[in-house]
């Protein structure tokens, strides 16, 4: 008698509870959104971020979507652009800004930030400076991704003849300085003519 009780009690879990078997189509609705609209969604919205931070809720249209995914939280959002046609699906729930599928906010936002804080754009008469406070050559990169050596010497010479200069001269002067070696090899055979 013990077997059998142990016996239902294994094959009350193996109970189906779809009935029916089909599967449950989760409702989904179609907005047509302005291109501005679409490109703030353009990476899903963010989790407990307020939605009027996406929408404007005075425009009776975007209120619209507000008002749909509160009242539909497992619905879909599918945005339309009006002017390209392009498609986006948006996936709501209740918790707050749901989940959007493959996109991971929280490992974008890191690698973001990370990046802005690793990226220095310093000039090219930045580093001539360090090369003179630091009185040794140091490699100088240009604006096209190409490097060259300069002496201490060198970089002495053409900050002097920088600094010489007129402050519409001096934007001039950067600009050149930045571009690339060509420019900068002129800039240097000029400033050891002015310099002697």
Aim: hydrophobic share 35%; net charge positive; glycine share 4%.
């Amino acid at each position: 008698m013990i077997e059998i009780i142990v016996e239902d009690m294994s094959t009350a879990s193996d109970i189906d509870m779809n009935p029916t078997g089909k599967k449950k189509k989760r409702k989904y609705e179609t907005f047509d959104v302005s291109d501005e609209v679409f490109h703030k969604f353009s990476k899903g919205k963010t989790k407990f971020e307020r939605w009027s931070r996406y929408l404007d809720m005075t425009d009776e249209s975007q209120k619209r979507i507000y008002d749909w995914a509160k009242r539909n939280h497992n619905g879909a959002i599918i945005l339309r652009n009006s002017t390209t046609g392009v498609v986006r699906g948006i996936r709501y729930n209740r918790t707050g800004g749901g989940s959007w599928g493959a996109i991971r906010r929280l490992k974008e936002q890191v690698l973001r930030s990370n990046k802005e804080f690793t990226v220095i754009n310093e000039d090219v008469l930045d580093t001539l400076r360090t090369i003179i406070k630091k009185e040794t050559a140091a490699t100088v990169k240009f604006a096209d991704k190409k490097t060259m050596k300069v002496d201490m010497t060198t970089a002495n010479a053409v900050v002097t003849v920088f600094d010489a200069l007129k402050k519409q001269n001096q934007e001039k002067f950067i600009e050149m300085l930045n571009k690339n070696k060509s420019t900068f090899s002129q800039i240097v055979s000029f400033v050891w003519k002015a310099v002697k």
